[in-house]
């Protein structure tokens, strides 16, 4: 059988499992399930099997246990029963098996032995483990007397301690008459058993009180050895020696160890100079996780040791003459240790299970079984167990046979001792799970649904859904061996309510729960990393998306901990905004969404920045004419490196105050080689550069002043250009005082005719910047060039430019001007260009006057027309003239252009265009419309660049969704501007296009659309409403209203009888068919003199004609014979009674239908 029951003895709690498995689950129970449940006895507490008390204290043997009923005690000491209330020293504590017992006055070794502890009740005996009972001893040192010791320089020395055999063993350490510990080393050290080891011997060794003490734990009494006396000589010192082992001795030794204590191994060597030792395992490696190394390295420990570190160890001492080398054979043995202990059992009647005691030792343990603490052997014959070595197998177990099992596995190391109970039950399920709990999770995540409950048998566990589908062990749900039901990956669709049903042969329970799925929390923008300048401000933001049911609190931390108490942090719902930020706002900020299911993080990092501090201690070194090296310290750069350094320079000599970029250099560069200009009086600063920006100035550095020297360089921008037609003017840009390399700055200026053998002529210039030549040709070139020079020579030779002298205004006009027409619109115009000399300047182009002078159509009004011009840049002979009038007579003259002015026009020419085709016609109107007639009016254009042939009319339908019909076209004579379309078709609306026409073609259209007349009412070509389905049910029940009320109107006229209708109204007031007062809307009194009007709110056409935007349908007449009629505008007229004859003016009115708009209106 593979169901398995366990009883959890520390919470009195029940493991259940589910039928289909085979290893138990613990389950609490409910106090009120444990109510009424036998147990059998169980060891909660006692003492450990060594117990070592101190004699001047009581002697506390712990044995508590649990089990129901409660169960009693008793002991037993050296194997026998111990009779607990025969001593009046020994008292048992109430409810417990803990004995106290009173040693004062009494010899404690009485007390001394092997104690056990039993606990019983009526379902079976449990026992404690052996307890060995031994007194603390500190016994005297042995009296004995230390000879002194007289040793040479360099030579071993062993001081033994030998202390006295404790219980437990003392701690030993060495002091001197002071109560100073003794300094140890590499070369002096203490070995385990407590000797004191010199490797060698030194002179300061030399003293008189080597004291070996030793402190016993548990009396806290601290005894020592006699003093020892060392005096090392120095008379004949030992040399250096290879190194030997002082302990171990031999080359190899062994060592046994048990499985799970501490391996110590220690090599202690002698030799001079002092060894080092090192260890080394034979195949091996050391475990570094369990490996320590004491004493200097001489001491080797390994913790919780296994059968794996058994082996070799080889330990190494080494000195500067050689090395030695020592084997320490290990092994490991193990007292007995847990396999797999016996486990509580509870069972129902005729189940089958077992007990197991696995157990492991070296030597393999024994394994013995016990009933209720008697040996299995010696329990009377129970046919339902059967032993199998370390298994105790329990078939058709019955009511009653509840006990308690003891295994106990032994070796020569030591003893295991474990108690597992059977106990019998049958009970009903019982569901342990509060009811209707609700489970909340968050989508993707797994869904535990409990289902805790308690039965013998074991209840077999099934699962439903929303009260009707049965869960399955199977993807995604899993049904685990308790009974609990698990969602792997729960998603909204498993929300529900669920039931879990506990069955066993004797009933069953069931208990309803929950689940709720939740949307997770998620940042969906996180904060990003940001780089501010300190004093600004700085925001990170945080937006959080989260289930609606689910209410998220925002925390924002700093560097893993709260935000500082500061009000410059500002908390919002999705921000954190830092104001004014400081150096130590730099950090790491993490915004934390939490739910009470679940929380989302994000993370970013703010790093405050700054301008760099300026640099500092600026030194000049290398100094040359021509160069100088400037060094500089930088300063700090606010977490922003520095990209660059800036250099400027103040010439206190020609510029102070100024100061000028010289050069920038890399931010890795604390130096730069700065090439220098002569007669400067330098002063040097610099700036540094970060992503922020530049920092403060430095400093300035020391000043340096360079030699005098001849100009570098010429003055720049040398020109020669005329101002007047006989002279040259000479500028240029001088030279700044950097630029003049020393003191008496001056200009020679050159200047010849080019293209004429004649001598340079020349003049020197000071503080000036121009030279003015006089008496030259009009535009004659000139070859020019400036040099400077000062006082200490000339600077270089200068380039030769190129001016010219002034300008005049042009002799020549074109000639041979031409005109070529190409249409009614655009020319071409020819000239011969004037000769180059005539220009007397640079030429910039010619400049072309036009003016139209007429149109050529007789009839056309003139104006006087404004002359235009074109300009054609450069040395052109011919240019188009575009956007002319067709059919006009035109006028031009051509003048020569330079930078001076115009010359002399050239003859006027005159040149006719063409005709063109004309404009859209000034107007066109549709007039007298008719049912199947349109007469259109029309205007000449406004220009008709021609003569004018006629007119072309092409016209369309277009029916109300826009579409467009076939098109029509007339033609129509120059002096036709009137056409009446007839045998159209009515309400259509009709487009028109209209054109004139010229011998050149038709000109661009103007269009007009109009609707021909209708009977009724036109159709709305954006909305028909006539069409409408609602606007016609409107009409129907509108006109059926006013048929009942006509028909009730006539009931009640006919029945009053002789009584007027009046009278008969106020008699009986029914709102119901109340006749319709005139002013308000509501019904009112009949009158036989009353004038029939309109219903007020009528509207009548003025003209008889509907627009285009009403509707065209129309209502029938309503009423009894003749009298009861509309008007045109839809007003109801007439009587209620046939006896009533028309007014006078009823006869003249209209009987046209009105239109069922206004007919819909007169009702409002």
């Not at 169980?42 to 003492?47: A, D, E, N, V």
């Not at 007289?150 to 437990?168: K, Y």
């Not at 342990?432 to 968050?442: A, C, D, G, H, M």
């Not at 260009?833 to 139209?852: A, E, F, I, W």
Request: charged share 20%.
């Amino acid at each position: 059988m593979d169901r398995i029951w366990k009883w959890v003895s520390g919470f009195g709690a029940v493991l259940l499992l589910l039928s289909h498995v085979t290893s138990g689950l613990e389950v609490p129970l409910d106090p009120k399930v444990l109510e009424g449940l036998p147990q059998p006895p169980t060891i909660t507490q006692q003492s450990p099997k060594d117990y070592i008390f101190d004699p001047r204290e009581n002697i506390v043997i712990r044995c508590e246990a649990k089990g129901k009923p409660h169960p009693s005690f008793s002991w037993t000491r050296n194997g026998s029963h111990f009779d607990v209330e025969e001593d009046p020293k020994v008292l048992m504590s109430p409810g417990s098996g803990t004995l106290t017992i009173d040693i004062s006055g009494e010899k404690a070794e009485a007390y001394e032995g092997m104690y056990q502890c039993r606990a019983q009740n009526q379902h079976g005996t449990a026992l404690s483990n052996k307890i060995f009972i031994r007194q603390s001893r500190s016994p005297l040192w042995s009296k004995e007397v230390n000879e002194p010791i007289m040793v040479q320089t360099g030579i071993s020395l062993v001081l033994h301690c030998r202390p006295p055999t404790g219980l437990p063993p003392p701690v030993i350490f060495w002091m001197d008459n002071n109560f100073q510990k003794l300094p140890l080393d590499r070369r002096v050290s203490q070995a385990l058993n407590g000797d004191l080891y010199f490797s060698n011997v030194l002179p300061e060794d030399t003293r008189s009180d080597y004291i070996c003490y030793a402190r016993f734990p548990h009396t806290q009494t601290i005894q020592q050895k006699q003093p020892i006396s060392v005096t090392v000589m120095n008379s004949s010192p030992e040399g250096d020696r290879r190194p030997g082992f002082m302990l171990p001795l031999g080359s190899t030794s062994t060592k046994m160890v048990l499985r799970g204590q501490t391996l110590a191994l220690e090599c202690i060597a002698e030799g001079l100079p002092t060894p080092s030792i090192s260890w080394h395992k034979i195949g091996g490696e050391l475990q570094s996780g369990r490996t320590v190394f004491y004493n200097f390295n001489k001491t080797l420990m390994i913790s919780n040791v296994n059968e794996g570190d058994a082996g070799d160890y080889r330990c190494t001492a080494t000195n500067k003459l050689g090395s030695v080398h020592h084997i320490i054979k290990v092994t490991v043995k193990a007292a007995p240790f847990w396999v797999s202990a016996p486990r509580n059992l509870i069972l129902a009647p005729n189940e089958t299970d077992s007990l197991t005691c696995r157990v492991d030792g070296d030597p393999k343990p024994n394994i013995s079984w016990f009933v209720n603490g008697i040996p299995i052997e010696n329990d009377p014959k129970d046919h339902s167990r059967k032993v199998e070595d370390d298994t105790v197998i329990l078939s058709n177990v019955q009511t009653g046979t509840s006990a308690v099992y003891q295994c106990n596995a032994s070796n020569e190391y030591g003893y295991l001792l474990a108690n597992a109970f059977v106990s019998v039950l049958a009970q009903r399920p019982r569901v342990l799970t509060p009811p209707n709990q609700v489970y909340r999770v968050i989508t993707n995540n797994p869904a535990l649904l409990d289902c805790s409950s308690f039965g013998s048998p074991i209840p077999t566990i099934t699962w439903f859904k929303d009260f009707q589908v049965s869960v399955r062990n199977a993807d995604p749900y899993v049904i685990h061996e308790n009974g609990s039901l698990e969602i792997n990956m729960a998603q909204p669709l498993h929300s529900g309510n669920y039931t879990c049903i506990a069955t066993n042969n004797l009933g069953r329970e069931e208990n309803h729960v929950s689940l709720e799925v939740k949307e997770p929390t998620r940042i969906l923008k996180q904060p990003e990393y940001r780089m501010v300048q300190r004093g600004m401000s700085v925001v990170f933001e945080c937006q959080v998306k989260h289930d609606s049911t689910l209410t998220p609190t925002m925390t924002w931390l700093k560097d893993s901990v709260e935000l500082p108490p500061d009000e410059r942090f500002v908390v919002s719902k999705e921000s954190l905004i830092i104001n004014d930020v400081i150096d130590d706002d730099k950090g790491t900020y993490t915004c934390i969404a939490n739910t009470i299911l679940d929380q989302d993080s994000a993370s970013a990092t703010l790093t405050v920045v700054e301008v760099p501090d300026p640099p500092t201690d600026l030194e000049l070194t290398d100094q040359t004419d021509r160069s100088i090296q400037l060094t500089w310290t930088p300063g700090d750069e606010h977490n922003s490196p520095v990209q660059s350094f800036l250099i400027q320079y103040e010439d206190l000599l020609h510029q102070p105050g100024v100061w000028v970029n010289l050069t920038e250099v890399p931010g890795s560069s604390i130096t730069a080689q700065l090439l220098l200009s002569p007669y400067v009086y330098y002063s040097f600063r610099v700036q540094a550069r970060n992503q922020v920006g530049y920092s403060q100035p430095s400093d300035s550095s020391a000043k340096y002043l360079t030699n005098p020297a001849p100009p570098d360089e010429n003055p720049s921008n040398v020109q020669g250009v005329g101002t007047k037609p006989d002279n040259l003017v000479i500028t240029w840009t001088p030279l700044t005082g950097f630029q003049s390399n020393g003191p008496g700055l001056k200009y020679k200026v050159h200047w010849r005719q080019k293209d004429v053998e004649k001598d340079w002529s020349s003049v020197n210039v000071t503080n000036s910047s121009h030279f003015i030549v006089t008496g030259t040709q009009t535009y004659v070139p000139y070859e020019i060039k400036v040099q400077a020079f000062n006082d200490y020579n000339h600077g270089p030779e200068p380039e030769v430019v190129i001016g010219y002298s002034g300008e005049d205004v042009p002799l020549s006009a074109p000639d041979d001007v031409q005109v070529k027409v190409h249409n009614s619109t655009l020319a071409e115009v020819h000239w011969e260009p004037v000769p180059t000399q005539s220009v007397r300047g640079k030429l910039q182009g010619y400049k072309l006057y036009y003016r139209r002078e007429r149109g050529l159509h007789g009839t056309e009004e003139e104006f006087d027309q404004q002359e235009q011009h074109l300009t054609f840049n450069g040395n052109r002979s011919e240019g188009m003239l575009p956007g002319l009038q067709p059919y006009s007579v035109y006028s031009l003259y051509i003048k020569v252009l330079n930078s001076k002015g115009e010359g002399p026009p050239s003859p006027i020419l005159t040149f006719e265009t063409p005709e063109g085709v004309p404009g859209p016609p000034s107007f066109l109107r549709v007039i007298n419309p008719g049912l199947n007639s349109l007469t259109l009016n029309w205007g000449p254009p406004v220009n008709n660049y021609g003569r004018l042939t006629g007119y072309t009319l092409n016209f369309q339908p277009v029916n109300t969704t826009n579409e467009l019909g076939p098109l029509r076209k007339f033609s129509f004579k120059a002096n036709e501007t009137t056409f009446t379309l007839s045998s159209l078709n009515s309400s259509v609306l009709y487009k028109f296009y209209l054109s004139a026409t010229t011998v050149r073609g038709p000109g661009p259209n103007i269009t007009e659309e109009a609707y021909t007349a209708m009977d009724i009412a036109v159709p709305n070509r954006q909305i028909d409403i006539a069409t409408q389905g609602w606007f016609i049910g409107l009409m129907c029940a509108i006109a059926l209203l006013i048929l009942v009320l006509l028909i009730v109107c006539f009931i009640k006229r006919n029945k009053g009888g002789k009584y007027p209708v009046k009278e008969k109204e106020d008699a009986h007031q029914d709102p119901e068919i109340q006749p319709m007062k005139e002013d308000d809307g509501t019904f009112g009194e009949y009158s036989d003199t009353e004038d029939h009007k309109p219903l007020k709110g009528s509207r009548t056409p003025s003209n008889g004609t509907v627009r285009r935007d009403e509707s065209d349908d129309s209502l029938v007449d309503y009423g009894e014979g003749g009298d009861g009629q509309f008007n045109e505008d839809g007003s109801f007229i007439g009587q209620y009674s046939g006896k009533k004859e028309k007014d006078t003016h009823e006869g003249n009115e209209s009987s046209e239908a009105p239109s069922p708009v206004n007919a819909m209106n007169s009702f409002v």
